[in-house]
């Protein structure tokens, strides 16, 4: 069992930055997929970034690249996200997730993610 609490979130003006991280209770450090999930009111849940601990080679939704940043601090168990530029619609709740895995790409739907954190609310102003 994986637990994962994050913290970072706020409310920032348009053109902002905020950074979460993310704590995981056990050494992540390689065979599992990590990233960041975002719900939006009524919106679907969307995998904003993902990366596969194992190589650290992240990937991004096309509605962030260039924004924000995926990075990790193995010693810690920590994974963070930067996020810079920020939009009004970048306004929901990001949820730390992750499942054990293999896979390079890391591509399960946002809604088959194993380990769930209990969410970070960001609110963007325009």
Do not use: H
């Amino acid at each position: 069992e994986v637990q994962l609490v994050e913290s970072g979130g706020g409310s920032v003006q348009a053109g902002g930055s905020l950074r979460l991280s993310c704590q995981a209770s056990v050494s992540t450090s390689s065979g599992y997929c990590m990233g960041w999930i975002r719900q939006a009111p009524g919106a679907e849940r969307e995998v904003v970034a993902r990366i596969q601990t194992s190589t650290s080679i992240a990937f991004y939704a096309d509605s962030v690249k260039g924004r924000f940043t995926l990075s990790r601090d193995s010693a810690r168990n920590t994974l963070y996200l930067q996020m810079d530029s920020l939009k009004p619609e970048d306004t929901a709740i990001y949820y730390c997730a992750a499942y054990p895995s293999t896979s390079l790409l890391c591509r399960r739907g946002p809604s088959d993610w194993t380990y769930w954190g209990q969410g970070t609310q960001v609110t963007v102003s325009s």
